[in-house]
């Protein structure tokens, strides 16, 4: 039962982060701290199996890091943020979901998507790379694409990352 709603809970989530960073450049702290909070609550506590808790752990952690050091590298070199830190908290809570090991292919989905998805919304807009575009959106995607990986994989009341 906690896989079912484990899997209408992050769907559900995921496409409202979706929707808010589309429409506002925000991800809220209160529903990115709450799907890392989740994850790691789940996969420790109440079995959902998708990762073990010190994969969970780590990919929180790893997840947030790696955006936060990203941005900070890029500050440093263009003296301006290039990426919110929104988006790394929201990277956090899939790493609590799904452990270290799916952040490679959650960032690879979300880049290769975001470079389509970023093109396509300059264009609509008339606007030059110079301009933010929401990048959240496809964090997401990666996010339920992993999911949905997840659930081809595994039967859903066997669900298991690993």
């Not at 997840?63 to 988006?87: E, F, P, Q, V």
Request: proline share 4%; aromatic share 12%.
């Amino acid at each position: 039962m906690i896989e079912i709603i484990s899997v209408i809970v992050l769907i559900v989530l995921l496409t409202a982060l979706a929707w808010i960073d589309f429409r506002t450049f925000q991800l809220p702290d209160v529903l990115t701290i709450s799907l890392a909070a989740y994850g790691l609550i789940a996969n420790s506590l109440l079995g959902l199996g998708w990762t073990d808790t010190p994969s969970a752990l780590i990919g929180c952690v790893s997840g947030y890091l790696s955006l936060y050091l990203l941005n900070l590298a890029y500050l440093r070199i263009k003296k301006t943020h290039g990426i919110g830190m929104g988006d790394a908290k929201l990277l956090a809570g899939l790493g609590a979901c799904f452990g270290w090991q799916s952040l490679p292919y959650i960032l690879i989905i979300a880049s290769t998507t975001g470079l389509l998805g970023g093109y396509i919304w300059l264009k609509v807009h008339q606007q030059d790379s110079s301009h933010v575009f929401p990048f959240g959106p496809f964090i997401a995607l990666g996010g339920i694409i992993t999911l949905i990986w997840l659930i081809i994989k595994t039967p859903l009341h066997h669900l298991s990352m690993y």
